[in-house]
């Protein structure tokens, strides 16, 4: 299958590399093009925005980037149509996603949204906009789901992301651990089986 993955912050690219590498991991011939980071892109997906380049930070910032803003948004629907994908994963960064998603869904594409916006926290009119757009929301925070069925709309709950980095992390610190200990426990024996250089009184005195 095609995907196009679509995130503007780093978080999004953390979270981002995590899916990718279990979408490879279940479909081998996956193509995957994106607009992330390193991260996503050391996972083997085409990066052709990094999020370094989108990241506008306030109302200031944003008014004064408007123009490169639009000119992202028209870039986008481009790209997404030349490439045809058979799903487009939109990974938070609501401001610009969801401009994608309304897009999107008039031209007949499968939409997954991972990561949901705060709609529970401001922004609340956004979840209409959601409902008639994305095709399946996969929400990570346990209360999320319980929000949406107040509106009416079926959501999966998949746990939060950061688990499992932190499992990683903790199995791979196990790991270099364990190495590092082997490593340390091999130059301890080498050490111990070296003789002591012979005492030359000569350089002793030298010294």
């Known amino acids: 299958m095609k995907y196009y993955i679509i995130t503007g912050e780093a978080s999004g690219d953390l979270h981002g590399s995590n899916l990718i590498k279990h979408l490879y991991k279940l479909d ?3 193509n995957i093009r994106c607009w992330g980071g390193d991260l996503m892109q050391a996972e083997g997906a085409t990066v052709v925005k990094h999020y370094k380049d989108l990241a506008f930070m306030g109302f200031i910032e944003v008014l004064f980037n408007l123009r490169t803003i639009l000119k992202n948004l028209s870039f986008c629907k481009k790209d997404i149509h030349s490439f045809s994908p058979d799903v487009v994963v939109l990974i938070d960064y609501p401001g ?3 401009k994608i998603a309304e897009w999107a869904k008039q031209q007949n594409l ?8 705060q709609v529970w926290a401001w922004k609340e ?21 319980d929000y949406y069925q107040k509106w009416n709309y079926k959501v999966e709950y998949v746990g939060h992301p950061l688990v499992e980095v932190i499992e990683e992390f903790k199995i791979n610190n196990r790991q270099w651990t364990t190495n590092g200990q082997r490593t340390m426990d091999n130059v301890e024996q080498a050490t111990s089986n070296q003789q002591p250089p012979p005492y030359n009184c000569t350089t002793a005195r030298k010294s």
């Open 125 to 145: 009119q956004r979840v209409k906009t959601i409902k008639k757009c994305v095709d399946k929301m996969l929400v990570i925070l346990p209360f999320e789901k």
């Open 110 to 117: 499968k939409i997954i949204y991972y990561i949901s916006p």
């Open 28 to 30: 081998k011939q996956a």
């Open 96 to 98: 610009f996603n969801i």
